[in-house]
């Protein structure tokens, strides 16, 4: 199958630091996305990233390891604001259609 | 630009009825994806628009359909509802890159 896991919840403190890991099947592997969900609202586009690496934007950096099948978000100077779904979809084979984890629930608290 | 709209916001339903929801899509975005989303299973895919033609379908039963008109707009229609269909249904527009600009959903109850 096309799995693609990431942890279910998150805690984290205001002011630190958090990364959310997500790990997929490599065979096919096209492209990695990160999305933030809030409750009740669209899921919004953060990242994607389709070579080995870090990149920044801003206070969020996405890690991708393509021989690893394994990427990470950081989030730095965590926000209460910050408390969101953090969804990991891959790209596999030819297809654009993304394939979602089932995203990893981030509770900051002060 | 406006971002994707989607109708109505909330429904409720009882079994065995059916249920038309629409997509107004981002202007200039030709392809519309929808997505159920469950607590337990996440976002799964049940179908693409482009042109107006179904261009990639996931694996959901035929109860569920769509289309898509000439000015890019779509309609999901579920028939037969069951109560397993509750969910948030979720739809997307892209321009031809691999990003999706996500509407804000319709939530769906079933009773």
Redesign the interface.
């Known amino acids: 199958g096309q799995n693609i896991d990431q942890p279910t919840e998150m805690t984290a403190t205001e002011g630190a630091i958090v990364q959310i890991n997500c790990t997929y099947q490599t065979s096919g592997f096209n492209?990695l996305?990160w999305?933030q969900q809030h409750a009740?609202?669209?899921?919004?586009?953060l990242s994607?990233n389709v070579l080995d690496g870090l990149e920044e934007k801003g206070r969020f950096s996405s890690f991708l390891s393509r021989s690893k099948g394994y990427s990470y978000l950081l989030l730095k100077e965590l926000q209460m604001k910050d408390s969101a779904s953090y969804?990991c979809?891959v790209?596999f084979g030819g297809?654009?259609?993304?394939?979602?984890?089932?995203?990893t629930s981030l509770i900051v608290h002060p | 630009k406006a971002?994707?709209t989607q109708t109505p916001r909330y429904l409720i339903k009882t079994r065995g009825q059916q249920v038309t929801l629409s997509c107004s899509p981002i202007s200039g975005h030709r392809s519309v994806?929808w997505?159920q989303q469950t607590p337990g299973?996440?976002?799964?895919?049940l179908f693409?628009y482009f042109s107006e033609t179904q261009r990639?379908k996931g694996n959901f039963p035929g109860r569920f359909s769509g289309r898509q008109f000439s000015n890019s707009r779509s309609e999901m229609n579920v028939s037969t509802l069951e109560l397993g269909d509750s969910a948030l249904y979720?739809c997307a527009s892209?321009a031809g890159s691999?990003?999706?600009?996500?509407?804000?959903?319709t939530r769906l109850s079933v009773l």
């Open positions: 492209g996305f999305y009740g609202e669209a899921p919004t586009f994607y969804l979809a790209n297809s654009y259609i993304p394939t979602f984890g089932r995203g | 971002g994707v994806s997505y299973q996440g976002l799964q895919f693409e990639n979720l892209s691999n990003i999706q600009y996500f509407g804000a959903g």
